[in-house]
């Protein structure tokens, strides 16, 4: 079971379609922290809508908002950081016998028909909660770092090497400069 479960029923459809808004508790923000390797997940928010397409594909399009803290990659100090992304995923309903295939297999069997973004669904609900801590996953920078990371760095390697310049160095820079010595 999902740290964070919150499933919604899909059948019966309602026509106007469902409003979705949901918050993460302290208990749940603490076990997802754990999932992803955060310091803290102090605020986790999803909101927007699901809507049935013309195709009978079943679509969340909304927010999700979060408030994280990760370690420095270099320091290991506390970087604090807002996520905010838009989310965007949609579900196909497939018999149990397909659900049981992974979606790559099913994918490449439709050649063509099977969107990305579009996963398969057997039953009548969908897990919003999971799926707004999957997004979340995705948006979390992989490498943080403190405003002086950089600087640790610098200083443990010494002088002659230099981090965030603002023009770094082509992949050309050494034929130009033979080019330069020829010319002479």
Request: aromatic share 6%.
């Amino acid at each position: 079971m999902s740290e964070f479960s919150r499933s919604v029923r899909i059948d019966p459809w309602p026509e106007a379609g469902v409003e979705v808004d949901l918050r993460a508790g302290p208990e749940e923000r603490a076990a997802l922290a754990r999932r992803f390797q955060l310091v803290a997940l102090d605020a986790l928010h999803g909101w927007g809508r699901l809507e049935r397409a013309d195709s009978g594909e079943i679509w969340f399009r909304g927010w999700l908002e979060a408030q994280v803290v990760q370690s420095c990659v270099v320091s290991l100090e506390d970087v604090p950081a807002t996520v905010r992304v838009p989310v965007e995923r949609g579900y196909r309903r497939v018999s149990a016998g397909e659900a049981a295939r992974p979606a790559v297999l099913q994918a490449s069997e439709s050649a063509g028909e099977w969107d990305d973004d579009v996963e398969p669904l057997a039953g009548t609900q969908i897990d919003l909660g999971e799926m707004l801590a999957e997004e979340l996953s995705l948006a979390l920078d992989p490498y943080p770092r403190a405003p002086d990371a950089d600087i640790l760095v610098s200083e443990a390697l010494g002088p002659n090497i230099s981090f965030g310049s603002a023009e770094p160095d082509s992949p050309f820079a050494a034929l130009e400069q033979l080019q330069d010595k020829r010319a002479r």
